[in-house]
């Protein structure tokens, strides 16, 4: 156990600056859903309602507004939105976690392996790419990373009142993904006191001031909110179908998945996993690899498995390797080790400088066929839209009138509702036989897209 040094903590911010900040801006590369959370920000931004979230005018259910809101903020300082913008809270998230596993690490391993620790995770393709992209994820392993240090502190004597800014942590990080975080900030003080010997035990004090600090910071948000709608939309979000549906038999079957992604997502320091292993073997097994080790277990037996979702596992992991390549006390080990933590922190840059330009010379496929859509609309009319395209219109655009479907039923509903003049957007395999006696010729033919204008005579009332 040593006490963290503000030199360090310093050092692997400057370290997270360089590797991730640059080209967040690109948009050669556009991840699954990060026009979405981009356009939620917009929306919210726009509005000014920081309390519920929008997606195309109405309430989205799926996140709480903690990651839009940071990301409305930034865009009303910049005075509009952009890509970058709504990026920058997962990568200044991720530079702060990295700040927060060296405090971890110093506590739990040693201050040299904690050092390495916290710079070999900022060079993780599974950590940078989470940090780069514009999705709650980085946010929600950063707030577990606070809880996880507040009660750390807590444990070693360290920190008063430690156990209620662990809750209110664990509060921040189930806004963004719900009851997961509360069984991964429950686990680790017992995981850390448990294969530490420095540390005490939790009391039940300790659990009383997590559940003031908890109870206080998700005041902050649920007290406003059930006032203004009675707590309807809280219900909707306790009630959306992934807090509410297990699926058993897809949990067993796709059990070891994240094991594989934690693995992936651990290179190039994943080289060094068999050392960790080889240490836990030999001298017992160390609260850095017993947490990353349950919240394996944990992601194992939920109903969705994907990659980002083993990025809480990233830290510890990292440390569990750090603090063995330390032990070891072998300059070639220590060597190896940060040559390979040196690559990974140059690998993105160099990857957005030099590589993805000749691999994708454009941008986005998606964006351009977005753009060139946008080109064809009437820029005052509203816009119906198959999928996510919408999302994509709505932000690029700058547009509030768009609104997506999914089905027959809701292309005629949102017809009728937006009345003559309207612009239907549609896949040329949608076969709207039914409503093309709503709808004027094809407009034009874009890519995989047609574009409907609605017959002027439908009247919208």
């Known amino acids: 156990m040593e006490k963290p040094r503000i030199g360090d903590a310093l050092l692997v911010a400057l370290l997270g600056v360089a590797a991730l900040l640059p080209f967040l801006d690109q948009t050669r590369e556009v991840s699954s859903h990060e026009i979405r959370h981009a356009e939620i920000g917009r929306e919210m931004a726009a509005s000014g309602d920081f309390l519920i979230p929008t997606l195309l005018g109405r309430p989205y259910q799926d996140k709480l507004p903690l990651m839009s809101g940071a990301v409305a903020m930034l865009y009303r300082a910049a005075g509009e939105p952009s890509i970058m913008l709504a990026r920058l809270p997962s990568a200044i998230a991720a530079i702060a976690g990295a700040v927060l596993l060296y405090g971890i690490g110093c506590t739990l391993s040693g201050r040299q392996a904690a050092r390495f620790a916290a710079t070999g995770l900022l060079g993780l393709q599974g950590y940078q790419d989470v940090a780069r992209t514009a999705r709650p994820d980085m946010l929600f392993v950063t707030a577990t990373l606070l809880a996880c240090w507040a009660s750390t502190r807590a444990l070693a004597g360290n920190g008063k009142g430690g156990f209620a800014l662990a809750g209110a942590a664990c509060a921040a990080a189930s806004a963004l993904k719900g009851p997961l975080a509360c069984v991964f900030c429950g686990l680790f003080p017992y995981a850390a006191w448990f294969y530490g010997g420095a540390l005490r035990s939790p009391r039940g004090s300790d659990w009383a001031a997590f559940v003031v600090g908890f109870a206080g910071a998700a005041a902050i948000w649920v007290l406003p909110v059930v006032h203004r709608d009675g707590g309807a939309y809280l219900w909707s ?26 693995a992936i997502g651990l290179l190039p320091l994943a080289l060094l996993l068999p050392l960790a292993v080889k240490d836990a073997l030999g001298q017992g097994l160390r609260p850095p690899l017993a947490i990353a080790l349950a919240m394996l277990m944990v992601l194992s037996v939920i109903p969705k498995k994907r990659m980002h979702y083993s990025a809480p596992v990233l830290p510890f992991l990292t440390l569990a390797i750090a603090a063995a390549v330390e032990r070891r006390a072998n300059p070639r080990w220590r060597h190896a080790a940060q040559a390979l ?121």
């Open 237 to 262: 979000f306790l009630m959306q179908p992934d807090l509410t549906t297990w699926h058993l038999v897809d949990s067993i079957r796709r059990f070891h998945w994240p094991w594989l992604y934690g």
């Open 341 to 461: 933590a040196a690559i990974g922190l140059v690998s993105a840059p160099l990857y957005f400088a030099l590589v993805l330009p000749r691999v994708r010379p454009g941008e986005d496929v998606e964006n351009v066929a977005a753009r060139r859509i946008l080109d064809r609309l009437d820029p005052v009319s509203p816009v119906v839209c198959f999928g996510e395209m919408a999302e994509r219109l709505a932000f690029l655009g700058r547009r509030t009138e768009v609104s997506e479907i999914t089905d027959d039923e809701a292309l005629s509903r949102e017809i009728e509702r937006r009345g003559g003049g309207a612009s239907v957007v549609l896949p040329k395999t949608y076969p709207p036989l039914t409503y093309l006696r709503l709808m004027s010729e094809v407009e034009t033919s874009i890519g995989p897209w047609r574009i409907y204008r609605v017959d002027p005579r439908v009247d919208s009332s």
